[in-house]
């Protein structure tokens, strides 16, 4: 018998994001947009008059904790439906645990697509949200030839096959290809700078997570390129690395993302005032906090509805869900699971912020398959 029939107990769910390790730099965000969506939901009277008790659980960045976590989640504290992972490799860690159990895992965090789970709601990026127009926008303003540079798991190798197919299919080239550890430092990115000097790309496209970002731009900076000539373009490097690096090592480089702080619109204006309020004016937010929070709210939304934490339930209320998020209106899309979101590119500034530089005309279907090329009209 799940809690929910006991009238006034709280809705507990479960939280796995990382406040320790290689990537806690971005999951301490997405913790933090968790608890902020939790804590306005709970202050506005919680989901059918009961408070939402979040389970809080710190990984440490190692992706089997995940799936151990999530386990002891099911299993010990009888919790059904957790957010939670940036990885992909912690994602995959959860999943057979929630597909076992019949949990539901939201997964608030861009990612190489080509996968599908009934008990996983995808609110982050998908390849054809983020990949596609930024590869377009790249090949126009930069050049063709593209110099590879990822950490060493499935996310970087995956995002990068769909980067090289995207940019056959553009006419461009990769020129190099490397991988480093997810523990890399600033010794490890010596040597790429050599060979980035020798093949003279046009574009460095970065898949490199957690704390190895910084080096790779600290190293970047170091070899004294110009970012105006050859950018580093990344999917994953977000307000939050950009703070970390310094803002004059980040500046000029690319970014795909469906959010950024600078977004205007009061959406965003009031979700800022809330965050910072609690946070402080000099935390950032960034496209994984953002769907990290609004994900929370489409819960309550879908809960409200079911009146019940049972996936069965649960899952086809949240479906075709929509909401007003701090990037605009997103779509919980029914055929996949995953998030129709909005397309944008920024060029990073000397205040650690992004200048829009590219958005999509409307919200983009998330397309996991990558099924349809088609790209949206090139908008600013
Ligand atoms: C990622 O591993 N999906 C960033």
Redo the contacts with the bound molecule.
Sequence with gaps: MLHETRTGAPWRVGVIFSSTGITAVIEETQLRGTLTAIDEINEAGGVCGRPIEPVIYDPGSEPAAYGRLAKRLMVEDGVTTMFGC????S?KAVIPVVERLNGLLWYP????GFEFSSNVIYT?AAPNQNSLELCAYLIERYGSRFYFIGSN???PRESNRIMRELLRHNGGEVVGERYVSLRADRADFLPIMKEVRELQPDVIFSTV?GDGTAHLYQGYHDAGFDPKVMPIASL?TTEAEIQSMGADVGEGHVTAAPYFESLSGDGNASFLRRYKRRYGADSPTNMCLEAAYFQVHIFARALEESNSLDTEILRPAVLSAEYEAPQGRVAVNPRYGHTDLWTRIGRANRQGQFDLVYQSPSIVQADPYLIGYGRTVAGL
Aim: glycine share 6%; aromatic share 26%.
């Design positions: 940036y990885t992909s490799s994602r965090t861009l990612y190489e982050g798991y499935v996310y997570v994953t």
